[in-house]
C-alpha cells in the first residue's frame, strides 16, 4: 500500500456536530459504492477507503455545496507526526513523496480553544515553509488552482489536504468572520447576515435585497433579523408576541404584531421571509411549505434548530426534506453548525 496516496476525504466542522459530518461523509461513499472507514476529533470528521487506494474520485463527485455540515472539503494523507526540530523537513518529505504540487498553501486549526492556541505556531511556520516548497517546486504560480492546506492538530501532528477549485470553501478554516455590529439588539443578527453571504451573490444584492423591498420576520423579537432587514431599507412586519428593541421601532420601518408566527398570513405578497423561530424542524418546515404553495414570498431564509434526526440506520442518511426555493440553516439553539 502506498502511504502517501490521498486516502482520506478530511472535513473540518463545527465542534459538537463531528459525528454527524462523519455519518454524512459515509453516506455519500455508501452511495458511490466506496468502502471506507470513519473516524473524527475535534473540528473534523474524515472516512478513509479500506483499501487505501486514493479518494479523490469520490470528493470530486460530492460537490461542497451539498454537505451540510463541512466547513471545508479535502483529499487528505495519512497524519504526520513531526520532530520539532525538523517539522518542515518532514512536512516536505510527505509532500514530495505524494507529489503534490499547489499554488497557495493554508495552515488552519480546528475550532477549538486547543486548536487556536496553535495560531502562534502556524504563523512562525508560514513563510519558512512557503521558501521551502518553492525551492522544491511543490508550490508553484500555476497549479490548476490547487491549494495546500495544513490542519495543524498540535505541536507534533500535523494533516496535510488538497482542495481544488470550485469544490471548497474559499474561508480560512471554512469560516466566515463577521463583526457584530454594536447596534443590533442581539448577536442572532450574524446568522441572518451570514446566510445572505452564503446563499445570495454579492453582485445581486442591490436588487434582490433593494431598498423599499416589504419583508416579514417570524419570531422577531428582541429583532436581531429585522435589523438586518432593516439596514438594507426595507419594511418589515416584525411578527413575534415578545417585545421589540426599541430603538429599531423607532427607524419607522418596523410593524410589531404580537401574533403567532406560525399562523399569521401577509396582506400581500412579500419579497422577503426570514424565520430564526425555536421550535421543531417538522413544524417549522411545514410552516414554509404553507409559504411557498400560496407564494405569500419571492424567497425566504429560515433556521432548522437542531437537534435534526440525521442518523444512519441500515446504511441510510435519513435526512429532513426541504422544500424547494428554501434555504436552511442548520443549528441548535446556541450553536451555528456551518
Known amino acids: 500500500m502506498n502511504t502517501t496516496w490521498p486516502a482520506t476525504w478530511l472535513v473540518y466542522c463545527r465542534e459538537g456536530f463531528e459525528r454527524d459530518a462523519q455519518a454524512e461523509l459515509e453516506h455519500h461513499a455508501l452511495e458511490h459504492g466506496v468502502h ?145 455590529p454594536s447596534r443590533a439588539p442581539s448577536r442572532s443578527t450574524l446568522k441572518l447576515e451570514e446566510a445572505w453571504h452564503e446563499f445570495v451573490p454579492r453582485d445581486e ?46 427607524s419607522g420601518q418596523v410593524e410589531h404584531l404580537a401574533e403567532d408566527g406560525f399562523v399569521w398570513q401577509p396582506p400581500c405578497r412579500l419579497d422577503w421571509l426570514v424565520c430564526d423561530i425555536v421550535d421543531k424542524p417538522s413544524r417549522v418546515i411545514a410552516m414554509m411549505t404553507r409559504w411557498l404553495v400560496h407564494r405569500w414570498c419571492r424567497e425566504a431564509i429560515f433556521n432548522l434548530k437542531l437537534p435534526v434526526t440525521i442518523q444512519v440506520a441500515s446504511g441510510e442518511t435519513r435526512q429532513p426534506a426541504v422544500p424547494s426555493g428554501i434555504v436552511p440553516s442548520f443549528d441548535s439553539p446556541t450553536q451555528q453548525a456551518t
Not at 140 to 159: D, N, T, Y
Not at 206 to 224: H, I, K, N, S
Request: glycine residues 10%.
Open 36 to 180: 471506507v472507514k470513519g473516524e473524527s476529533g475535534s473540528g473534523w470528521a474524515s472516512v478513509m477507503r479500506i483499501n487505501g487506494e486514493t479518494i479523490n474520485e469520490l470528493q470530486r463527485h460530492v460537490p461542497f455545496s451539498r454537505l451540510i455540515f463541512a466547513r471545508q472539503s479535502l483529499v487528505a494523507l495519512p497524519p504526520l507526526f513531526l520532530d520539532r526540530e525538523n517539522r518542515l523537513g518532514a512536512i516536505a518529505a510527505q509532500i514530495r513523496e505524494a507529489g503534490w504540487s499547489f499554488e497557495s498553501i493554508w495552515h488552519e486549526t480546528p475550532d477549538t480553544n486547543e486548536g487556536k492556541s496553535l495560531v502562534r505556531l502556524a504563523k512562525a511556520l508560514t513563510r519558512p515553509l512557503q521558501s521551502m516548497l518553492k525551492k522544491h517546486g511543490a508550490l508553484r504560480r500555476k497549479a490548476g488552482g490547487r491549494r495546500l492546506h495544513l490542519l495543524w492538530l498540535s505541536g507534533e501532528q500535523v494533516r496535510l489536504g488538497m482542495s481544488f477549485a470550485g469544490n471548497r470553501c474559499e474561508l480560512v478554516g471554512g469560516i466566515r468572520r463577521l463583526r457584530f
Open 205 to 250: 444584492w442591490d436588487t434582490r435585497l433593494e431598498e423599499g423591498m416589504q419583508a416579514a420576520d417570524l419570531g422577531a423579537a428582541p429583532g436581531g433579523w429585522t435589523w438586518q432587514l432593516v439596514q438594507r431599507g426595507m419594511h418589515v412586519y416584525a411578527i413575534d408576541n415578545g417585545p421589540m428593541d426599541s430603538t429599531l421601532m423607532a
